[in-house]
């Protein structure tokens, strides 16, 4: 049974991941390198719990009483009495592998270890710890306080109570979490990447202005952000990062990065968070 649970990164993404498991009544473990990345963590939940708050959201609770689950940290050996720990750090295999392989010698042997990666393989990262069966992919959608799907990925020697557990946990915290086999890209973003990537080539290629890229898929497809705006809030490098996960994972053309998006990563334009992606931001 889950009772605590453990958040390795505090970015956008583990920060969100500690908020929901809060709300839910876990109570949570939140670490990160250093101390001003932990601090930037609880800040961006102050904030979004605040929001909530403000939409009457947080199911009779106050800001205070869903922080009050979370504890902080800076040390892994934090995470020692965690019964589900989740991986969000860069989307980098060798980092990841080499940050699972300390985990597994701190948490218990019955704990389940979860990465959020959007695109490296489940089988991979396992096998960098003595608990491929207790080990799966928990891959959250940003914002992760508002959206509901929770894509479940399980690799070769996941086990069934894993995934049971796992979905219980999802569900839990409100999510609608739904189970995929570990293929490169999972299905969200085998999906969706090859997706953003000929937008990007119909930019490269002159076929049309960003705006008007975005506002044909926008209006005819009824998607509620275009590709390009899409990427930007995604970041340039982690779509990059995925589609070499898709290609060198299938060996397929089709999966060829566009030239523009390397080049935009090349200039660090990166999207929304350096302030200039496929569109300038304040």
Known sequence: MVKTIGVVGAGQMGAG?????????????LVDLKDEYVAKGVA?????LGKLAEK???????????QGRIRTGTRNAELAGCDLV?????????VKRRLFAELDGIVGQRAILASNTSSIPITLLAAATKRADRFIGMHFMNPVPLMKLV??????DTSDATLATVLEVARKMGKQPHACRD???????????????????????????PEDIDAIMKLGMNHPMGPLQLADF??????LAILNVLYDGFKDPKYRPCPLLVQKVQAGHLGKKSGRGFYTYA
Do not use: W
């Open 17 to 29: 991941i500690a908020q929901v498991a809060a709300q839910a009544g876990y109570h949570v473990v």
């Open 44 to 48: 961006t939940i102050q904030k979004s």
């Open 56 to 66: 009457g959201a947080l199911a009779g609770m106050t800001p205070a009483d869903v």
């Open 86 to 94: 989740v991986e969000a750090v860069v989307e980098n295999a060798d």
């Open 151 to 156: 894509e479940v990925i399980r690799g070769a």
């Open 183 to 209: 293929f490169p890209g999972f299905v969200s973003n085998r999906v969706l990447l090859p997706m953003i990537n000929e937008a990007i080539f119909c930019l490269h290629e002159g076929v049309g202005a």
């Open 234 to 239: 995604i970041g340039l490098d982690t779509c």
